[in-house]
């Protein structure tokens, strides 16, 4: 299994992102994803997840800003990030349902 995440950057407060995370090793649509984040000096954070139905949910800081996406003929997830905070800023995670795999990151800063 392997999850290599891209689309990370430094943007200006109130701008927009989009994450990508390719999936390989295993089919995406048969497993939940997840997108996490950890900012400097603080813990690990979940910003939203969609399972294998579709259902999505968001932590309430991503909520109204942020959306999950999944294509499941690219094997790739997706999280569009718009109205950028500086509170945003930290690497942010794609990781398997049950936080079994994990991708190396990606940095956002948000400055």
């Known amino acids: 299994v392997q999850l290599v995440e891209s689309g990370g950057g430094l943007v200006q407060p109130g701008g927009s992102l989009r994450l990508s995370c390719a999936a390989s090793?295993?089919?995406?649509?048969?497993?939940?994803m997840n997108w996490v984040r950890q900012a400097p000096g603080k813990e690990r954070e979940f910003v939203s997840a969609i399972d294998s139905d579709g259902r999505i949910s968001y932590a309430p800081s991503a909520k109204g800003r942020f959306a999950i996406s999944k294509d499941n003929t690219k094997n790739t997830l997706y999280l569009q990030m718009n109205s950028l905070k500086p509170e945003d800023t930290a690497l942010y995670y794609c990781?398997?349902?049950?936080?079994?795999?994990w991708g190396q990151g990606t940095q956002v800063t948000v400055s």
């Open positions: 990781v398997t349902s049950g936080y079994a795999y």
């Open positions: 090793g295993f089919t995406s649509s048969t497993y939940g």
